[in-house]
C-alpha cells in the first residue's frame, strides 16, 4: 500500500513540474520557402504566420542564398517597406536568429532593392499582443502539453489500479 501511494505521489510530482515547463519552439520563418521573395507576394508570409502560435521565448531563424537582409523595422516602414530606420542592426549574414522577447508584434522586412515591394516581409504577432488575439486560430497542443496530458493520464491511471 505504501509503494503505491509513493508511485502516485511521484506522479503528481512529475506532472505539476511538467506542466509548469514551459519550452521555447524554433521556427524558420516562411517555413519551406525560407527567406527569399515569394513566388505569390506577402501572402506567403502572411499565411505562414497566421498558422503559427508564437510565444515569449522562441526563436525565428531567418534563412537565405543570394543578396537579401533583416531587417526589424516599426509598423509604419513594414507597410512602407523602409529600412532605413531599423530597430535594430540590419542583418546580412544567413541564417540570422533572434528570440522573441516580449508579448509584441515584431515587423521584418529584407531592404535589398524592391524585394520588401514584392512580399519580402513578414509580422510576428506574439503571445496576447493585439494582432496575436486577432489572428489566433484554433488552440494546438504544445509538446509541454501533450506531455503534460499523458502524465496526468498515466497518474490517474496509477490512482484506479491502487483502489
Known amino acids: 500500500m505504501a509503494s503505491k501511494v509513493g508511485i502516485v505521489g511521484w506522479l503528481v510530482v ?21 527567406w527569399k521573395i515569394p513566388p505569390g507576394g506577402a501572402t506567403a508570409y502572411t499565411s505562414w504566420a497566421a498558422n503559427e502560435t508564437f510565444k515569449v521565448g522562441d526563436i525565428l531563424v531567418f534563412n537565405w542564398t ?73 488552440p494546438r497542443l504544445t509538446t509541454a502539453g501533450a506531455a503534460a496530458f499523458w502524465a496526468v493520464v498515466v497518474g490517474l491511471l496509477a490512482v484506479s489500479l491502487s483502489s
Not at 506532472?15 to 520557402?33: D, F, K, N, P, R
Open 14 to 34: 512529475v506532472t505539476a513540474t511538467i506542466m509548469g515547463a514551459t519550452t521555447a519552439e524554433t521556427y524558420t520563418v516562411g517555413g519551406s520557402l525560407g
Open 66 to 138: 543570394g543578396t537579401h537582409n533583416v531587417a526589424r523595422v516599426s509598423k509604419a516602414d513594414f507597410n512602407n517597406c523602409i529600412s532605413s530606420n531599423a530597430i535594430d542592426t540590419i542583418q546580412g549574414t544567413s541564417p540570422y536568429n533572434i528570440t522573441l522577447s516580449s508579448n509584441d508584434t515584431y515587423y521584418f522586412i529584407c531592404g535589398v532593392g524592391p524585394h520588401c515591394n514584392l512580399g519580402q516581409k513578414v509580422s510576428i504577432s506574439v503571445g496576447n499582443s493585439s494582432a496575436a488575439a486577432s489572428n489566433a486560430g484554433p
